[in-house]
């Protein structure tokens, strides 16, 4: 007697393998069987006939840290069939951090993770994972965020990670990763962390290395000086080199600036020459342009001090205008195109650019950013618009399909999901790919191929214990599609929409989707 059935589906098992026309029998948490089924008895038959069965998708870049605590349903996420994210992404996360510490950067955070309770215990990783563990209807991961160990050793603060401090750090890491984290994460363009140099990294990596970790890395643009060869990809590979950590790439991509085949794969050469020394994976998400949070475009010096330090500074005219002014100095076409995602207190405001509110009021762009920041204690979104020519969209759509059929790429769909006007990769990454992407270009991979890079390939690589695959003895992580019907329906314009085709999606042998509503079920475990 099985607890689900789902009878007369296409399994993919996530290996990469070919799909057979196979039942799937769940039994508990877990997959019990894989075969002819039909003389079975299940409580609950699943006829997937005509459909995909295949492991639940691994996203391996979500920012829904905050999201989870207050919503954890996560409809954004379930409905694409995602049943496992990994948090903690880009160095920007709560754990470990004591009680104090906590309540300063959840509210520098909240643009990007929203506002989770105060009252809750992130002063190490055991603590954090407790907080979500059969809490969500995901299952969630967490790389121990560079960001809170630099708040927990030197404040946030400018100052260089040295002695005892840094001795302290990587006791840190070390213990976060023994209590459960996967990889340090580190986001080199968000601060604290830009203040770090590569030395520092290069000490806290080689930890992690011991410890089992991965690196997880987005990319430094900001500090430059203070990163080996001003940064990017030729520092996280020497961080690679002399660590022997593991490195992963963050959402690494062509842009509308760089786009097309010969360029993406110019782009990545330098991370392909140093395989032999440099045990490397990468990321993506589907869409030609990201979103962050509106606290990130203040100067280093402004930053310093952190939460309060900010506050001060944007409450007090004379220092709000040199700040601004200072934002002012920037590119300013990238700036003035910046749309608000997220305005919890100015909600009529969301879905305007920057340029548009400039044009309303007569600010000048530094002085709509400090003003919003202001009004709302911190919390601001922002994404970047697409680029209007449908001609680069297209070949961002081939450069990503590029990327995603090597062996070493996942996809991270880096969401975001709040406020009115989110980041479509919030509800659509997985679909964009399975239906969309695929659909237009059926000669770069195979469903199988693309299905193994959302699923096993995560898994493994971020050790995730029996997940990833249909396997007997598996966790019954399910997601059931329609391969002919699936795509997202999320745009920039109208970005809170769900995706179309996945019926059912189940977690630990529970559904938390069933016929395309969610049930309410938060099975979801503190993984691996
Ligand atoms: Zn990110």
């Known amino acids: 007697m099985f607890d689900i059935i789902i009878k007369n589906g296409t399994v993919i098992d996530g290996s990469g393998n070919p799909g057979v026309k196979a039942d799937l029998g769940i039994k508990q948490q877990k997959i019990e069987a894989i075969g002819d089924l039909s003389d079975a008895q299940g409580s609950n038959i699943v006829d997937a006939t005509g459909l995909v069965v295949s492991p639940g998708f691994i996203d391996t870049h979500a920012h829904s840290d905050g999201v989870l605590l207050t919503d954890p349903q996560h409809a954004s996420g379930i409905r694409q069939g995602i049943t496992t994210e990994i948090l903690g992404q880009d160095g920007l996360s709560y754990a470990p951090l004591n009680q104090k510490n906590y309540l300063m950067y959840r509210q520098y955070l909240s643009g990007l993770l929203g506002m989770p309770p105060p009252d809750l215990d992130m ?28 708040i927990e050793t030197v404040g946030f603060n400018d100052v260089p990670l040295l002695g005892k401090d840094l001795e302290n750090a990587k006791t840190l890491v070390r213990e976060s990763i023994e209590q459960g984290a996967v990889a340090l994460a580190t986001g080199m363009s968000y601060y604290p962390n830009s203040w770090s140099t590569t030395e520092e990294l290069i000490e806290l990596c080689s930890t992690a290395d011991k410890a089992g970790g991965l690196y997880v890395t987005h990319l430094r643009d900001v500090n430059t000086e203070r990163g080996f060869e001003g940064g990017g990809v030729e520092e996280a590979l020497e961080i690679g080199r002399k660590s022997g950590v593991k490195v992963h790439f963050s959402h690494f991509r062509t842009t509308p600036e760089d786009f097309g085949i010969m360029s993406a794969k110019e782009k990545i050469s330098l991370i392909d020459k140093a395989k032999t020394e440099v045990d490397s994976t990468l990321e993506l998400y589907p869409y030609p342009v990201g979103s962050s949070f509106a606290i990130m475009t203040l100067d280093s010096i402004s930053q310093n001090g952190g939460t309060e330090a900010i506050l001060d500074r944007l ?20 700036l003035d195109h910046l749309v608000f995602t997220n305005l919890p207190k100015n909600q009529d405001l969301e879905g305007m650019s920057v340029m548009d509110i400039c044009s309303n009021t007569g600010m000048t762009r530094g002085q709509v950013i400090c003003d919003l920041l202001l009004k709302e204690d911190l919390q601001v979104g922002f994404r970047s618009v697409p680029p209007t020519s449908g001609a680069i969209w297209r070949h961002l759509m081939k450069d990503q399909m590029y990327f995603l059929s090597r062996p070493d790429y996942m996809l991270g769909s880096d969401q975001i999901s709040l406020g009115g006007f989110p980041h479509p990769r919030a509800y659509g990454a997985f679909p964009r790919f399975l239906g969309r992407y695929l659909r237009q270009l059926p000669d770069i991979m195979t469903l199988e191929t693309m299905i193994n890079r959302f699923t096993h390939n995560a898994a493994e690589r971020f050790g995730l214990t029996n997940r990833g695959l249909l396997k007997e003895g598996y966790f019954a992580d399910v997601v059931v599609f329609n391969p002919d019907t699936i795509i997202d329906t999320a745009t920039f314009d109208d970005p809170k929409q769900f995706p179309i085709g996945i019926p059912h999606v189940i977690v630990n042998g529970e559904f938390a989707v069933k016929d395309e509503s969610c049930t309410g079920i938060l099975a979801g475990h503190a993984v691996p």
């Open 123 to 150: 002063s190490n990783v055991t603590a954090f994972r407790n907080n979500y563990h059969k809490k969500c209807a995901v299952n969630t991961a967490y790389c121990v965020a560079h960001g809170a160990i630099r």
């Open 315 to 334: 409450q007090d005219p004379v220092k709000r205008k040199i700040v601004a002014k200072l934002i002012d100095t920037y590119d300013s076409r990238s």
